[in-house]
């Protein structure tokens, strides 16, 4: 085998093939490295005296299906300039490792596009020595996301797991990377950002956030000129909350053929009028549960009203609408309505300030999803730190879904 096959095929110069071995289904190609490129890997001079050699052997990438080792007598020298002895150094493998930079190169490449259990499965080697070549990789270059550049963001929780396991995620809203990940929940599992993101000098002009009293203050303190966003989804989906809560307090209290119609329409309530299903009346019997109660009508057609507020061209108009709508609700004075009203006035700053940078935690809610589908596909992980850099690196599309 000609030199030139060594370096192309397994990354391997300044060294010569002296023979090749087929040992129990594996092949073996013993190496050597020629006297006159020894250095000292202390001072690098070449005024060495061999000192004895220990012979090692490093996994290569396979050829089809038979495993390669790299077979060398690594050799020890004593340096008459520095007077060090020690091993020399390699070029093809670090000298902590059983496998050479090759070999390497080729499991991350599998574990684009493959679980680590099928990767170690195809190498012959074990997990853990997949998940040590993929974490250590991912560590180099995602283990500290760069902040300086940071000008949008959105700020979310997210479940994983039982027993209440949370965890804070920030993301970069323009490049759509995951640039924190905090443990837990809530304003404390943020500080650790807050101290890297001062340090970075980045000027962060807005934050897309639910309503999230902890997080609100959190942002307030630590972005005091930052813009406070309130995401779209979330102030629906209070309200939805809110809504589906008068539904059951209205069909407590009715009786006969009324409380039976509303026992039937909770989703009804929450859908989009466009998609109630014709083929189901879905139209027919919301309007019918809506005809046999004042109060849960109001709500309803209020609640499609507010999905218009993110809709008016212009921020004039939309605090306009949104002064028009508060006072509608409070005049209604239905009790879930009038304290929805009171919240919404709170937060009116937030909720305008869409018009002047519209975003949100969509793009957020979607990595979420990603890091949920990670998770299952892996069956937990054992090593959040590992997880945490799974997470850092779901922007790129080849590690979005592979666990």
Not at 44 to 71: H, M, Y
Not at 189 to 217: E, H, N, T
């Amino acid at each position: 085998m000609s030199t030139s096959l060594l370096y192309h095929g397994w990354g391997i110069r300044g060294y010569h093939l002296v023979r090749e071995e087929f040992v129990e289904g594996r092949i073996v190609q013993v190496i050597a490295q020629p006297t006159w490129t020894l250095r000292c890997p202390a001072c690098g001079s070449g005024q060495v005296i061999r000192s004895g050699q220990f012979e090692r052997v490093f996994k290569a990438p396979p050829i089809g299906r038979k495993t390669v080792l790299i077979r060398l007598p690594v050799q020890r020298v004593e340096c008459r300039d520095c007077g060090a002895i020690r091993q020399v150094k390699l070029g093809f493998a670090d000298e902590r490792r059983s496998y050479t930079h090759a070999f390497e190169r080729y499991a991350l490449d599998l574990c684009s596009i493959a679980t680590i259990k099928d990767v170690a499965l195809h190498l012959a080697v074990s997990w853990d020595t997949i998940k040590d070549i993929h974490k250590r990789y991912l560590g180099r270059h995602f283990g500290k996301p760069k902040l300086k550049k940071l000008r949008l963001i959105a700020i979310d929780e997210i479940s994983i797991g039982r027993g209440q396991r949370y965890l804070t995620v920030v993301l970069d809203w323009e490049r759509g990377a995951v640039v924190f990940v905090g443990k837990g929940r809530g304003a404390d599992s943020l500080a650790p950002f807050w101290r890297r993101l001062r340090a970075s000098g980045a000027k962060v002009k807005a934050v897309a956030m639910d309503m999230s009293p902890a997080y609100l203050a959190a942002v307030r303190k630590n972005l005091p000129k930052a813009r406070v966003v309130f995401d779209r989804f979330h102030v629906i989906k209070l309200f939805n909350d809110k809504l589906s809560d008068l539904r059951r307090q209205v069909q407590s209290g009715a009786e006969g053929e009324a409380k039976q119609v509303l026992k039937c329409t909770r989703w009804l309530l929450l859908k989009n009028p466009d998609n109630l299903d014709k083929k189901h009346s879905e139209k027919q019997r919301l309007e019918e549960a809506l005809r046999l109660n004042k109060p849960l009508a109001t709500a309803y057609y209020l609640k499609e009203d507010l999905r218009q507020f993110w809709e008016w061209p212009s921020k004039a108009i939309a605090r306009w609408f949104l002064d028009d709508w508060i006072a509608r609700a409070t005049v209604s004075k239905i009790t879930m309505l009038v304290k929805f009203a009171r919240t919404l006035e709170t937060h009116k700053a937030g909720l305008l300030a869409w018009y002047d940078f519209p975003i949100s935690t969509g793009p957020l809610e979607g990595t979420n999803n990603k890091i949920k589908t990670l998770q299952k596909r892996a069956y937990g992980y054992r090593d959040q730190d590992y997880f945490t850099l799974r997470i850092y690196a779901l922007h790129l599309l080849n590690y979005a879904l592979v666990g």
